[in-house]
């Protein structure tokens, strides 16, 4: 039978860990020291090393007893693995390890318990657990490894040795690719091996299971058309010459780009994570180009050359009004038969409406269509109120003000991410009749309130609590920036926990709020 390749290959030494020495070294002074805990916690990402370590830990805290007898891996009886995922009841817990717990080691020197996805665990089982963790056998060991630390009680957490699992660099994950290609004489392609190491995302595991599909194709030496055949294809320089273009605000380029790569059979969600990855690190380059953000992206030095120019040439404002965009575009939502619909959508936005060059203070930019049922001022890029011949009315406004964090709370139980964009806006005035004018320093946030399906959510949470139908107006301007007197009033943890330096830019708390629920608009 054919054995897949993580298996073939799994490590049997700490040596053979990949990428994991802030684990594997403190393990190995613990061995020599001879400090072993009774029990540990391997916390991490699915696929990262944390069950290959727990048996490579658990034979060589037994290494004298299994060199002495001469035993196999077969036959180690006294090393116990157990899958949580499958058995998750008290009754398990108490038959299968508590009671087996109490049982001398038949073979080796200490009796290891490896349970496997522990947070799957019930309350009753955590507890019965607990009770031997507290008190364990002086020959027992457990090492329990999750991937959701979090569900884990803190009182068996605070009774392991905790070790956190880190996911993979790509760099570590394309040399070990190629190792193991090498290894079983195999020609692959670099793009290939970069691909597979992209797609991994961290899990070496998962790395090593795709690399055993492309060479299941069944050549001695793999191109990257040949891979397309088990792999979804995407390529880091279709995106980045998409970025290009977007940065160059030719639309038809783009369009023609993106065209070409959906005929060559690129896989539309896949492109859109790596377009979203590069624009992601584009903004981190923009706020601290001191750091290489793009080493995450692609190993290649002609890739870094690339990617570097594109850092520099986009603004932090830039960056963020791009990542908004293609956030946006929802590739999952598009008609049957037109994926790309999405992106294209979003590329003629970003070309059409957006302004890169400086905009001097005498010229207005061209306000967006907006829903009838809201009048948008137009944009100003000075610092001037916006011009008005309607009366104000401040015993509204203020009485608007009163009410305005309650407002905020209403609508982040509809909204998260709307409540997040309203948090960070100015109540400049209340026209008659019952007008509101919200001020904002960035063009995105006027966008994201005035979409149709937000507007509706604003304007029924403001009748809600007023009792008076509204109407909302915007106007962009530099003036209108974060108020941090506002944000300390409202009633969320996502908000009132964080400082200036983190809120200086809003957009990074959206779409965090946003990416834990149902995108809404």
């Excluded at 070294?25 to 916690?41: F, M, P, R, V, W």
């Excluded at 570590?172 to 091996?193: P, S, T």
Aim: with cysteine; charged share 20%; hydrophobic share 45%.
């Amino acid at each position: 039978m054919h054995q897949a390749l993580y298996r073939k290959y799994r490590p049997t030494s700490f040596a053979e860990v990949v990428d994991q020495q802030h684990v594997t070294t403190t393990l190995q002074n613990e061995l020599a020291s001879g400090q072993i805990a009774h029990a540990y916690l391997f916390a991490g990402p699915r696929g990262v090393g944390k069950t290959t370590v727990a048996r490579i830990f658990a034979k060589a805290v037994n290494a004298t007893a299994i060199t002495r007898a001469k035993l196999a891996d077969t036959t180690l009886l006294d090393i116990i693995e157990i899958d949580a995922a499958s058995h998750t009841g008290v009754d398990h817990v108490r038959e299968h390890i508590i009671q087996n717990a109490y049982v001398a080691p038949s073979q080796l020197d200490y009796k290891i318990f490896i349970i496997d996805e522990v947070h799957m665990l019930s309350v009753s089982a955590f507890n019965a657990l607990l009770k031997i963790l507290e008190e364990p056998p002086a020959h027992v060991i457990f090492i329990l490894a999750t991937t959701e630390a979090h569900k884990i009680p803190a009182t068996v957490i605070s009774r392991c040795q905790r070790f956190d699992f880190h996911t993979i660099n790509l760099a570590v994950l394309v040399q070990r690719l190629n190792d193991l290609a090498q290894r079983e004489g195999i020609i692959i392609d670099h793009e290939v091996i970069e691909r597979i190491a992209r797609r991994a995302h961290g899990a070496l595991r998962d790395a090593e299971s795709m690399l055993g599909q492309v060479l299941a194709v069944g050549e001695q030496h793999i191109s990257a058309a040949q891979a397309d055949v088990v792999l979804p294809r995407t390529d880091i320089g279709i995106v980045i010459d998409l970025v290009e273009q977007l940065v160059a605000k030719h639309p038809t380029r783009y369009l023609e780009i993106l065209h070409q790569a959906v005929h060559d059979g690129v896989h539309i969600k896949e492109l859109q994570r790596l377009l979203l990855e590069v624009l992601r690190q584009c903004l981190l380059y923009s706020v601290d180009n001191a750091l290489e953000h793009f080493a995450e992206i692609d190993v290649h030095p002609t890739t870094h050359e690339r990617l570097l120019k594109l850092m520099q040439s986009l603004t932090t404002a830039d960056c963020m009004q791009l990542v908004e965009v293609f956030l946006s575009a929802n590739v999952n939502d598009q008609p049957i038969g037109i994926p790309e619909l999405s992106l294209e959508i979003a590329g003629i936005r970003w070309c059409g409406t957006m302004v890169t060059t400086p905009v001097q203070p005498s010229v207005q930019p061209p306000v967006k269509p907006v829903a009838p049922s809201i009048q948008t001022k137009p944009v100003s890029t000075t610092n001037d109120q916006p011009v008005t011949d309607r009366a104000s009315d401040p015993a509204l406004l203020q009485r608007l003000k009163s009410h305005w964090s309650e407002i905020i709370a209403h609508i982040k139980e509809r909204n998260h991410a709307l409540a997040m964009t309203i948090s960070v806006v100015h109540l400049v005035d209340v026209l008659q009749p019952n007008t509101v004018v919200l001020g904002m320093r960035f063009g995105f946030h006027r966008d994201r309130i005035i979409a149709p399906v937000n507007l509706v959510i604003i304007q029924a949470v403001l009748q809600e609590v007023l009792q008076q139908p509204w109407q909302v107006e915007c106007v962009v301007n530099d003036r209108y920036d974060i108020d941090m007197a506002v944000i300390k009033t409202l009633p969320s943890d996502n908000i009132d926990s964080v400082s200036l330096t983190e809120v200086e830019n809003i957009w990074d708390l959206a779409v965090q709020a946003s990416s834990n629920e149902p995108a809404q608009s």
